[in-house]
């Protein structure tokens, strides 16, 4: 017997065990599968804020550029998002104004235009806790411009020449150091990475060692901080504050104290992407290291201009060091106005939601 009941006691307990491993398992089941409903439903979220994002930014490009070119930019607006899938309730009527858009197309009367675009999503397993509907938006800033106005890039004559003759490389670093690439034939070797600043020429022209500097608005000291530099490069590869042409024959102050990654950035930034054309100053090829008693702005002499069509950036498009591009102009162009218009690829570009700087469009 008390074999018998020592059995029946251990059947007992491993039929209890099993019961609570059927129902741990149960529950573990239900928590995987909420788990997974809840990932699917936040993916579902994630990707549907970008597509609106995508498409309130090539709504408020296509209504800015058409705009530009007088035509109608909320029949253009209307028209591309319709084409792209949306619904007319994605986009209209308009809710909000200024930073508080959440749908349709607005003129900020300063040369830029703000979108929205908003829908409500039905959820899945979100619905099982009471939440049915999620909140789909996307926004986009942007100005009517012509994408291809000078950037203040400098890109060294033998490179262009180079290309003009057809030796390789084809392509090559514009902006930003490349081990591999040299962007200048002399330098310091410390400074350059391809960018100069327009709002800055060096007096007189002739004196390399640019004892003294003529300044451009929105300029407002002499000399300028280091931070309303790098603002002054940031805003130009917006095309804000930037319509300044220097002349063949002017030297600029080169861009300094700023990292690859950091110049890389704020030409993404600007909104240039890969295939858009951008117009450079052509330099001598000497980046001038003025004697000590002149000071530090180093230099670059403007000998003319080119066109580059931008390939690709280094090392990858979410963390780039350096601009490729290509030569896209079959000679170097002693004026701007010597650049034939469909030479430049005209498009407005997007720029930051909240940005507060001056836009003279």
């Given amino acids: 017997m008390n074999a018998w009941s020592r059995t029946k006691a251990f059947l007992s307990r491993r039929e209890a065990q099993r019961g609570q491993v059927l129902i741990i398992l ?37 209504a800015a550029e058409a705009y530009r070119r007088g035509g109608s930019a909320s029949g253009a607006f209307a028209d591309i998002l319709q084409q792209n899938g949306m619904q007319p309730a994605t986009y209209s009527p308009n809710e909000g104004t200024g ?7 607005e003129n900020m009367g300063d040369g830029s235009w703000r979108a929205a675009v908003t829908w409500q999503q039905p959820t899945g397993f979100l619905g099982i806790v009471g939440i049915r509907e999620m909140t789909i938006r996307g926004r986009s800033r942007c100005v009517g411009r012509d994408s291809g ?12 020449e180079d290309s003009l003759y057809g030796l390789p490389p084809e392509e090559y670093s514009i902006l930003g150091r490349d081990p591999s690439w040299d962007l200048a034939d002399v330098e310091s070797g410390t400074n350059f990475r391809g960018a100069v600043f327009l709002h800055m020429w060096c007096v007189p022209s002739t004196d390399p060692n ?28 917006r095309g804000i504050n930037c319509s300044i042409w220097p002349g063949v024959d002017q030297r600029l102050p080169i861009v300094a104290g700023t990292s690859d990654n950091q110049i890389c ?45 931008i390939t690709q950036f280094e090392p990858n498009p979410n963390n780039c060091n350096n601009v490729i591009a290509r030569l896209a102009s079959d000679r170097i162009y002693d004026s701007l106005d010597d650049i034939p218009a469909d030479v430049i690829l005209l498009r407005s570009r997007e720029i930051s939601w909240d940005y507060g700087g001056s836009i003279p469009w």
Wanted: proline share 5%; charged share 15%; with cysteine.
């Fill in 265 to 309: 950035h704020a030409f993404q930034d600007g909104g240039w992407e890969v295939g858009d054309k951008v117009v450079v100053i052509v330099f001598d090829g000497e980046v001038y290291d003025p004697d000590p008693t002149y000071g530090n702005w180093e230099n670059v002499a403007v000998v003319g201009y080119a066109v580059y069509e």
């Fill in 99 to 105: 930073l508080t858009l959440t749908r349709g197309l």
């Fill in 149 to 160: 106005g000078l950037a203040p890039i400098a890109v060294r004559q033998s490179a262009v």
């Fill in 26 to 62: 149960a529950f573990g089941l239900v928590f995987l599968a909420a788990l997974v409903g809840l990932m699917i439903d936040v993916g579902i979220y994630t990707t549907n804020n970008i597509i609106a994002h995508n498409n309130a930014a090539v709504g408020c490009v296509t």
């Fill in 210 to 237: 640019c004892p003294n500097i003529r300044y451009f608005y929105p300029l407002t000291e002499a000399p300028p901080t280091a931070q309303t530099q790098k603002r002054l490069v940031e805003d130009c590869f």
